[in-house]
């Protein structure tokens, strides 16, 4: 069944997300968005590429005056301006202009670099989203936060520029390895913590169902994160306070990407920083340690790695403390006041964080 959700700006409807279970719908999707008379630059990374560029090429063909392919390597390693370079050559040569299209099939690297280059090249063209992992259809797609790394500073650069379209086929989840989907599941529990209990409570029942990639219930799944994101990023579209929220875990979470040179999957990160961040709450008494066990249960038992080995406490430290979490001189962070209830916290001392990292590294599976 056709799920959609439609993404508001200013109470103005701006895009929907289409959710499908194959890709058939794409091209009347496009058709009715008047982008077919376009040329389109389909961007994809080599895995994806080789598993479903042929089939959706073939199908925006139908639509679209022209179809151009850009396949980069795959990993979060060519998140970075090289490709984005090598993709405004490719655009350039291929005559692209400010009329076209771009689409991103992919997991959120690939978005992410699409969006940049969308948002960058002749100050921006339109693009859509076609996500292929579970992290990319349940967070990234959605919101329009584009970017790229640089010299190992996770997403430094970057846009807030918004698709035209999220299309997700939820069969692509059936191709992803099960360590792409408990990354995937990280961000999607961090849904619950942040902004409701009982979905995550329907998470922990449901866990063999979804595990099992179950189509219905992950397709619930999707809608619920979809839904929690879509009505996050409505009410505050460039993060000047409720977004900031989405950012449950990533605190310490991008630290530990950043320090284990990015071969720690995304959402893997955000689990062990959700961990932490709990820890960091039951310490001021705001959750208990009953609930920081019950998270650390739940991450372990969709998979999601809940220690660290191999870094200090201190470089972490460190590291957060030279990211972009900083604001005028303080970090910021997000804690829980309960689960299902998250708040922005400015006062969060290094002890603090010393004692959150501990737990991540001293507790084994
Ligand atoms: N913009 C945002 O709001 C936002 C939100 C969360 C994460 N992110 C970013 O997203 C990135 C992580 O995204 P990701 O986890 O999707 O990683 P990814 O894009 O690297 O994809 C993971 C791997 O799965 C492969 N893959 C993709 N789809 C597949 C499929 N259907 N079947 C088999 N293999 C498939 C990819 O080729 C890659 O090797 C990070 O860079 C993170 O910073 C952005
Ligand atoms: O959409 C958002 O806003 C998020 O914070 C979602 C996060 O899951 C995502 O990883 C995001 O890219 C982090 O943003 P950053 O600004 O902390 O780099
Ligand atoms: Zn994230």
């Given at each position: 069944m056709t799920q959609r959700l439609t993404v508001h700006r200013d109470g103005e409807a701006i895009y929907d997300i289409v959710m499908e279970p194959d890709f058939n719908g794409l091209g009347p999707e496009v058709e009715k968005l008047?982008?077919?008379?376009?040329?389109?630059?389909?961007?994809?990374?080599?895995?994806?590429a080789a598993l479903y560029l042929d089939e959706v090429a073939t199908i925006l063909s139908k639509c679209c005056k022209t179809v151009l392919t850009f396949v980069f390597p795959a990993g979060e390693e060519h998140k970075n301006l090289d490709t984005v370079r090598s993709l405004y050559e490719h655009?350039?040569?291929?005559?692209?202009?400010?009329?076209?299209?771009?689409?991103?099939?992919?997991?959120?690297?690939?978005?992410?670099?699409?969006?940049?280059?969308?948002?960058?090249?002749?100050?921006?063209?339109?693009f859509i989203q076609i996500p292929t992992t579970l992290l990319s259809q349940v967070d990234s797609s959605v919101g329009g936060k584009t970017g790229v790394d640089f010299d190992a500073?996770?997403?430094?650069?970057?846009?807030?520029?918004?698709?035209?379209?999220?299309?997700?086929?939820?069969?692509?989840?059936?191709?992803?390895?099960?360590?792409?989907?408990?990354s995937g599941m990280g961000e999607v529990i961090k849904h619950g913590l942040i902004k409701n209990r009982e979905y995550y409570g329907w998470l922990k029942e449901n866990r063999d169902r979804i595990l099992a990639r179950d189509p219905?219930?992950?397709?619930?799944?999707?809608?619920?994160?979809?839904?929690?994101?879509?009505?996050?990023?409505?009410q505050d579209p460039?993060?000047?306070?409720?977004?900031?929220?989405?950012?449950?875990?990533?605190?310490?979470?991008?630290?530990?990407?950043?320090?284990?040179?990015?071969?720690?999957?995304?959402g893997h990160c955000v689990g062990v920083g959700c961990v932490a961040a709990a820890k960091i709450s039951a310490r001021r008494g705001l959750i208990s340690e009953e609930e920081v066990r019950d998270i650390r249960d739940t991450m372990l038992q969709f998979s999601i790695p809940v220690a660290v080995d191999g870094l200090e406490t201190g470089e972490v430290i460190r590291a957060t403390l030279n990211d972009k979490k900083m604001d005028a001189g303080v970090v910021k962070f997000v804690l829980l006041n309960e689960i299902g209830k998250a708040y922005v916290d400015r006062t969060v001392t290094e002890a603090e964080m010393k004692a959150g990292l501990e737990y991540i590294m001293e507790t084994k599976e």
């Open positions: 008047g982008l077919s008379e376009r040329k389109i630059c389909l961007v994809t990374d080599s895995n994806v655009l350039i040569l291929n005559h692209f202009d400010r009329k076209d299209l771009m689409a991103a099939l992919g997991g959120g690297v690939v978005g992410d670099l699409c969006g940049f280059a969308a948002a960058t090249y002749l100050r921006g063209v339109d500073y996770k997403n430094m650069v970057g846009a807030f520029h918004m698709p035209r379209l999220v299309y997700t086929n939820l069969a692509t989840l059936k191709t992803l390895d099960g360590e792409q989907f408990s219905s219930v992950c397709e619930e799944m999707v809608l619920e994160s979809n839904r929690i994101k879509r009505d996050v990023v409505e460039t993060e000047q306070g409720e977004r900031a929220l989405l950012n449950f875990g990533h605190t310490l979470g991008h630290a530990v990407e950043k320090l284990k040179d990015f071969s720690m999957f995304h």
